[in-house]
């Protein structure tokens, strides 16, 4: 099993540019969640999913979307990127219990 | 909305010393989980979930340890070794059984000095 795969690893974007962070599991995990990360400030949720077709915001869901389309893969768009989203994302899977296994990260700078 | 505290924010120890770190909620957990994170790397989950008032577990040389009012933590190593650096991170789940997601504490950034 290849667990949790994010690509890209790493990726620069321009203010106002879109893209989507790729996010796929292969454990037939239910849930699926986003975060990010910024020193000082640990992983804070962005959105999540709780099974196929269901998706919901975290605690800081603004400039992002997500959809959930097959139990695999959980993508995170950004809409426009602004510097505030300079951070490193992980994406997260889980089954019932709750405890997750997390992806690699993905590191984005926009400038 | 929930918050998770978690002190120290770095803690400086020599090789051998004991370390400790500290988690409190501001609400009442169903469980509490445990992450690590070496510099670089992704959050890696510790195989282990405190469930119980007032549970302790043991991995080794950690000792984890589940308040009685199930809104408090504490992860303890014994002998630090130069592989313990990184950041010890608790997480609780937002609701439930975390399918919406766990709340994170900021972390404490664990530094071994040789």
């Known amino acids: 099993n290849a667990g949790v795969t994010q690509t890209p690893k790493f990726q620069v974007l321009k203010t106002g540019q879109s893209m989507t962070l790729q996010c796929a599991q292969d454990m037939n995990h239910e849930y699926m969640s986003w975060y990010r990360q910024d020193p000082g400030m640990g992983l804070r949720l962005i959105h999540y999913?709780?099974?196929?077709?269901?998706?919901d915001q975290g605690e800081v869901p603004n400039g992002y979307n997500v959809s959930r389309s097959t139990t695999e893969d959980f993508p995170l768009r950004l809409l426009s990127a602004a510097p505030s989203q300079t951070s490193v994302y992980f994406c997260a899977s889980s089954y019932s219990r709750g405890d997750y296994t997390f992806g690699s990260g993905t590191r984005l700078t926009v400038v | 909305g929930q918050q998770v505290m978690q002190i120290p924010q770095y803690q400086h120890v020599q090789e051998g010393e004991d370390f400790t770190t500290y988690c409190n909620s501001s609400?009442?957990?169903?469980?509490i989980q445990w992450y690590k994170q070496r510099p670089g790397g992704h959050p890696v989950f510790f195989l282990i979930q405190l469930v119980k008032s007032g549970e302790v577990k043991k991995q080794k040389r950690l000792t984890f340890q589940f308040g009685e009012a199930k809104k408090n933590s504490s992860l303890h190593i014994t002998a630090t070794q130069t592989t313990d650096v990184g950041t010890y991170f608790c997480a609780g789940p937002r609701s439930g059984g975390g399918a919406d997601g766990l709340t994170f504490g900021k972390g404490t950034h664990l530094i071994i000095q040789p």
């Open positions: 999913s709780v099974g196929a077709g269901i998706t």
């Open positions: 609400t009442t957990l169903s469980n």
